[in-house]
C-alpha cells in the first residue's frame, strides 16, 4: 500500500499558485518524498524528490516539513497544461529488496482553470 | 534523464493471443521496470527486469503470465501471454539510470483485449 494520502482532487486557476499537499506520517528516515504527474494517457513525468531540505527545480519547489510528515508541492504559476495527476510517493533511495520501488496510491487530480 | 521508447505504442489483440512489448532506451541504465495501469486506477508495480538473469516479480505477478526479458543495459520486453480482456492496460516501461536514482518513465503502450 502506499504510505501516503493526498486529497483526490484539486482546482487552480490559470496563473495562480498551485500547491498540493501530501501526508507521510510513517516515513522513515532514509526514505525520500517523490513527485510525479501523469497528464492524461502519457507516462508518468518525474517533478522533484527530497530528504528534508526545500527543493526547487524549473518546474516547482518541494516543501518538507521539519519533522518529515508531511510535504507540499508548489506549482508557482499554474498553466492549463499542469493540468494532471500528481503523485506523491516515499522511498528509500536503494533498490535493495523492494524497499526502492515506486509504489504509486490514487494521487491527486489537479484542474488548472482558465 | 534517458530517451524511453516503447513499441507498440497500441494495440488491440484478440483474447487467448499474446503481445510482446519492446522498451528501449537511449543509454545504459541499471534499473529496468515494468508497470501496469489498468483503466481509472494508478500505477502497479508487475515486476523488475534484471540484465542476464530472471526477473524479479511482485505480488500477484508470474513469470508465466508475463515473461520479461533483458538482454543488456539498453532494452527489455515484457510479454501479456494468454491475454482476457481483464489485461486491458496501459503498460509502462521504467529505467533508473544508477541505482537508488530516480525512475523515469515511457509513453506507455496501450492494450485493449477483445
Known amino acids: 500500500d502506499a504510505k501516503t494520502t493526498q486529497p483526490p482532487s484539486m482546482d487552480c486557476a490559470e496563473g495562480r499558485a498551485a500547491n498540493l499537499p501530501c501526508n507521510h506520517s510513517?516515513?522513515?528516515?532514509?526514505?525520500?518524498v517523490y513527485w510525479y504527474r501523469q497528464i492524461h494517457s502519457q507516462g508518468p513525468q518525474y517533478i522533484i524528490h527530497?530528504?528534508?531540505n526545500n527543493e526547487t527545480n524549473e518546474m516547482a519547489s518541494l516543501i518538507i516539513t521539519e519533522d518529515r510528515k508531511s510535504s507540499t508541492l508548489i506549482l508557482p504559476h499554474a498553466t492549463l497544461r499542469d493540468t494532471a495527476v500528481y503523485y506523491c510517493?516515499?522511498?528509500?533511495?536503494?533498490?535493495?529488496?523492494?524497499?526502492?520501488?515506486?509504489?504509486f496510491g490514487k494521487g491527486t487530480k489537479l484542474s488548472v482553470k482558465p | 534523464s534517458a530517451v524511453i521508447s516503447q513499441k507498440p505504442s497500441r494495440d488491440i489483440c484478440q483474447r487467448g493471443t499474446s503481445l510482446t512489448i519492446q522498451c528501449q532506451v537511449d543509454?545504459?541504465?541499471?534499473?529496468m521496470f515494468w508497470y501496469r495501469q489498468q483503466p481509472g486506477q494508478s500505477l502497479t508495480l508487475i515486476a523488475t527486469?534484471?540484465?542476464?538473469?530472471?526477473?524479479?516479480?511482485e505480488s500477484g505477478f508470474v513469470i508465466d503470465k508475463f515473461p520479461i526479458s533483458r538482454p543488456n543495459l539498453t532494452f527489455s520486453t515484457l510479454t501479456v501471454s494468454n491475454m482476457s480482456p481483464e489485461d486491458s492496460s496501459i503498460y509502462l516501461c521504467?529505467?533508473?539510470?544508477?541505482?537508488?536514482?530516480?525512475?523515469?518513465f515511457g509513453p506507455g503502450t496501450r492494450l485493449l483485449v477483445l
Open positions: 510517493i516515499v522511498r528509500v533511495a536503494d533498490y535493495g529488496g523492494s524497499q526502492g520501488n515506486l509504489i
Open positions: 543509454s545504459q541504465v541499471t534499473m
Open positions: 510513517t516515513i522513515s528516515g532514509n526514505e525520500y
Open positions: 527486469a534484471n540484465q542476464g538473469s530472471e526477473a524479479t516479480y
Open positions: 527530497g530528504l528534508k
Open positions: 521504467s529505467v533508473g539510470i544508477l541505482a537508488g536514482e530516480t525512475q523515469y
